[in-house]
Structure formats: C-alpha cells, structure tokens
C-alpha cells in the first residue's frame, strides 16, 4: 500500500499574519524540490487564508487548527467547515491534546467535527494519544481504541477515505520527552489494527498514521524508520523553517 508520507507542521498559537506569511515565504522556498513527502502547515485561524495564498501553486497544503461543527449560525466565536475550506485549508486537525485538555473536546465532539470536515471537503487528521498516567496505569491500548472508535462512530466505510490519524502522546508534547521507538511501533501498528478490525483491512492498509510529539530534526529519522509511521505532527519545530525543513528532508 503506498502511503505519500506527510510532514505537518502546527504552528499553534504562534505567528502573526505577517510572521506566518514570511515563514511561509520562505518554506516555499525552500520546498521547491520536494515531491516525494507531502507537506502541511496549519497555521492560526487568521493566518490561514494569507498562508494559503502564499501557497497556492505550490507542493505545500494548508490546515486549520480546529473548526466547529455546526454549519452556520449564532455560534459567536466559532468558525465552520466551509469557511475552513473557502480559505484555502485542505486539511484540519481535530482533537489535539490541547483541545482535550484546555477546551473540553470530547471523543464525542471530535465525531462530529470529523464528520463536518468531511462534509465541507476538508480532510481530518483525528489527533489521539494518551497521557502520562495512562501509560503508567497500562491504559494506553484501551484509551486510543476508544478515541479512534468514539471518534469515528456512525462512519461508513467509503466515507474516511482521506482521514489520516495522528498519534501523539500527551506527555511528549511540548516536552522534549520522545516515545521511543518500540513504543511508537507498538502504538502505530496496533492502531492499524484497531482500524481494520472497525472498518477494513485495505481502509487501515491506506490511512496514514503520523507520530507527534517532541520531533525534531535530530529523532526524525529514526521515527520515520519505523513501520507503520507514515509522516509526523510537529509543533514546536514547524515554527522555524530551518528546522522544519531538515525535518521535511530527513531522507536525504
Ligand atoms: P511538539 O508539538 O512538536 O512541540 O511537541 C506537537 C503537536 O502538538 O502537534
């Protein structure tokens, strides 16, 4: 199964419009001869539609952070699917720890944030992963199966098509602190499994699965060495486009 490997970066709550369209500039740039990895940046809400032009006609995609699922109304605050999309996003995070933990996104709000992206055109990266005591309580298989299978209910095969899933463990974000490799093969070759045993084998043979968390242009390789990662989430180091781009290049 041919997987195209994707490298996103999330900028967070980083950059203003100007900031992200100068980095953004300067990423072009430097991927210009990148074909064979697929490259992402989400970039705040505000920055979105700015970022997106800078890469239209490029080989660099754009993703939003979060979205709301209802289509349209008295939501003040909120931003929707389509507006998402009618900025130029084609990708959009959904359930980031940080949502989980700082705004109170639930596995049953993350279903129906997926179901809108896909609706709009939008193409979900449904972000999982367990926290410190979790892992240390041995309930790491248990929470991420229910964040897939929560996360994805009332979904028909042919509609997930585009989903990637991005595993990060919570305790790794941010913190300089990196799973290490038998642990990710575990984790990522057990989600397959979780996926082919909801949906399909060829609907977990074609989804990617991208590891988060702490990567940086140092432990990118070794990630990406490991089967069934198929690309990375990166935060922190996303934000400099000197570091992102080793990371984008970690083959070469
Ligand atoms: P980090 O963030 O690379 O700064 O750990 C990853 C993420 O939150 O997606």
Wanted: proline fraction near 2%; charged fraction near 20%.
């Amino acid at each position: 199964m041919n997987r195209k490997v994707l490298i996103a970066g999330n900028w967070k709550m980083y950059k203003t419009g100007l900031e992200a369209v100068q980095t953004a500039k300067k990423l072009t740039v430097l991927c210009t001869n990148v074909e064979d990895t697929e490259v992402m940046i989400a970039p705040s809400y505000l920055s979105l539609p700015l970022v997106a032009q800078v890469f239209q006609n490029t080989n660099i995609k754009t993703g939003a952070q979060n979205l709301y699922f209802e289509k349209e109304g008295a939501f003040t605050g909120e931003i929707s699917a389509d507006m998402i999309k009618s900025a130029g996003a084609e990708y959009v995070l959904i359930g980031h720890s940080e949502r989980r933990q700082f705004f109170g996104e639930t596995n049953a709000s993350v279903c129906k944030k997926i179901k809108a992206a896909i609706q709009s055109g939008l193409k979900p990266i449904l972000c999982i992963g367990e926290t410190e005591i979790q892992r240390n309580e041995e309930k790491t298989f248990g929470v991420l199966e229910n964040q897939i299978s929560d996360g994805l209910k009332g979904f028909g095969l042919g509609e997930l098509g585009d989903l990637v899933i991005a595993y990060e463990p919570v305790w790794a974000i941010g913190s300089g602190k990196t799973a290490n490799i038998e642990q990710v093969a575990e984790v990522h070759q057990y989600l397959r499994s979780v996926l082919e045993k909801l949906f399909s084998k060829d609907l977990a043979d074609g989804t990617r699965i991208l590891y988060g968390g702490s990567v940086k242009p140092a432990n990118i390789k070794e990630f990406m060495s490991i089967d069934n990662v198929d690309g990375a989430l990166v935060g922190g180091a996303s934000l400099d486009v000197s570091n992102f781009i080793q990371i984008i290049q970690f083959g070469v």
